[in-house]
């Protein structure tokens, strides 16, 4: 098994140092999404913040940060994915994100169809992931996808949740 999504046009990689240019500028162009996500644009650190983010009692070994890297060696986006949380055959969906002129042309749903099997290669049995209430895009492609809702969480600062989120599962 090769150790990354397969995404039919596009390259999956892991995440290294020089890509976080790039990445950075994506977030820059992009504050619509950032601030209807955290309430604040993105970060000048936002990309050093992504790749230190954690869920509580994981490590980086259960970390799968990628990048989607298009035919013209851009950025196209990049999944976050951790392994084993909340439970053991539970990987989480940290964050997805394509970068807006890859957006709308069914990349978002092919990423996901890529994780499916990589995921259940590696012994998860289902996919979670959280999303904001206002997030209609993202919930469409969820709701299409099967993924259903489990638990709603409140706006709470202390952990730098600034919307209402629902936590979404699909069994793989
Ligand atoms: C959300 C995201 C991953 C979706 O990927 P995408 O490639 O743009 O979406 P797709 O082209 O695969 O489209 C998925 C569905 O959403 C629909 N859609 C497109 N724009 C939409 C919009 N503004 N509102 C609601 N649905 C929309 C599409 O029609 C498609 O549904 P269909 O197949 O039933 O017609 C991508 O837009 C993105 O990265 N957005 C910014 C970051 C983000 O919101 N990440 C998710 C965090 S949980």
Not at 150 to 159: G, H, K, L, T
């Amino acid at each position: 098994m090769t150790d990354v999504p397969q995404i039919p046009g596009h390259t999956v990689r892991a995440i290294a140092d020089g890509d976080a240019r790039e990445l950075q500028a994506l977030f820059d162009a992009d504050p619509d999404y950032f601030v209807m996500a955290h309430d604040r644009p993105a970060a000048a650190d936002e990309v050093e913040q992504i790749r230190k983010a954690l869920p509580p009692g994981k490590t980086q070994a259960d970390k799968f940060l990628h990048l989607i890297i298009d035919a013209r060696g851009h950025i196209a986006g990049l999944t976050d994915v951790i392994r084993g949380y909340p439970e053991p055959r539970t990987w989480y969906l940290g964050f997805l994100y394509l970068a807006e002129s890859a957006r709308g042309q069914g990349l978002g749903r092919r990423v996901l169809h890529a994780l499916y099997p990589w995921v259940r290669a590696k012994g998860g049995t289902a996919l979670r992931l959280g999303v904001v209430e206002e997030n209609a895009h993202a919930r469409h492609l969820y709701a299409t996808e099967g993924f259903a809702l489990q638990v709603i969480r409140e706006p709470d600062p202390s952990v730098d949740r600034a919307r209402r989120v629902l936590v979404l599962q699909r069994a793989l």
